[in-house]
């Protein structure tokens, strides 16, 4: 789906798609979806294929508490990236993104090793970067550097990607304004935009913001990822609310709630579109609480 947007929108950039090793491109039968889908990327879109070993996190079960998110498990995977030496410079970008204008002119920035936005979302207490979209320059010294960081020894308990690309380019890396390039969608579910807007004299007007953003994040917790249907109850406690009369047949004001939907129900109409991949059930939700067990034997 990025690389249709990307090719739509007349990207001059190569298109790289890394992919588990395990999969390959002579289709099996008709429901050999992987395969189908690597021959659209690389026949319809022009990506070139690469077939990587995926890099989990791995954790040590005795440090797993309770509600840990196994989300971004594999995000050590993107650092790979920083070991295509054939190239200058890459755009890394994640999968659960919305592209609405390509970002070419970021390749005509000044030398640094990475480029990152701030998570605007934590401003002003806190500053770090986010890996919503990372512009780097590749480096096998530097791939090493984050493998090694990504490894169960030198890891915190819950770290992640975009901690270890803090820990080693949070005083280095060339700093992004986030505005013209990377939204949350949970923004249009916030009701202070200032740390968005960066000012609180500014008024939020969600259209303005939708339209000037090269890339829509879907980050809505605990609202799934959009390839997965919404708990009806959670949608209902969790989605955008009307400014005026919120709940009520006269309640108007809804920019932000019907601008949310429509980018959920976008991403999932062009997921069954190009990829003819229909959204996955709801989760249960609240999600069952895990029993702990004991097991005992005699020998």
Excluded at 236 to 261: F, H, Q, V, Y
Aim: some cysteine; glycine content about 4%; hydrophobic content about 35%.
């Amino acid at each position: 789906m990025v690389f249709e947007a990307l090719s739509r929108m007349g990207s001059k950039a190569d298109r790289i798609l890394m992919y588990p090793e395990e999969w390959d491109t002579d289709i099996a039968n008709i429901t050999d979806r992987d395969s189908q889908l690597l021959q659209k990327a690389r026949n319809h879109y022009g990506a070139k294929l690469l077939p990587i070993k995926v890099k989990k996190f791995e954790r040590n079960p005795n440090e797993m508490v309770e509600g840990d998110d196994l989300t971004w498990d594999t995000s050590a995977t993107k650092f790979l990236t920083f070991n295509q030496t054939q190239y200058l410079r890459i755009i890394h970008l994640d999968s659960d993104v919305t592209v609405q204008q390509h970002m070419d002119d970021l390749f005509l920035l000044p030398s640094a090793r990475v480029a990152m936005m701030r998570a605007y979302w934590t401003l002003p207490s806190v500053k770090r970067l986010t890996s919503m979209f990372i512009l780097l320059e590749p480096s096998s010294t530097e791939a090493d550097r984050l493998m090694a960081a990504a490894e169960s020894r030198t890891r915190q308990h819950n770290d992640f990607d975009m901690e270890i690309l803090n820990d080693l380019y949070g005083d280095s890396a060339m700093v992004l304004p986030h505005r013209n390039y990377g939204l949350v969608s949970g923004e249009f579910r916030s009701e202070d935009h200032h740390r968005y807007l960066g000012n609180k004299h500014e008024k939020w007007d969600p259209k303005r913001a939708l339209r000037e953003a090269s890339l829509i994040h879907f980050s809505d917790w605990p609202i799934p990822k959009p390839w997965i249907m919404w708990p009806r109850n959670l949608l209902k406690k969790k989605m955008p609310t009307c400014d005026i009369n919120p709940g009520t047949k006269s309640e108007a004001g809804c920019e932000n709630r019907d601008i949310w939907l429509e980018l959920y129900n976008d991403f999932r109409k062009r997921r069954a579109d190009i990829c003819a991949l229909l959204s996955v059930p709801a989760p249960e939700w609240p999600p069952r609480r895990k029993m702990n067990s004991t097991a005992s034997g005699s020998g």
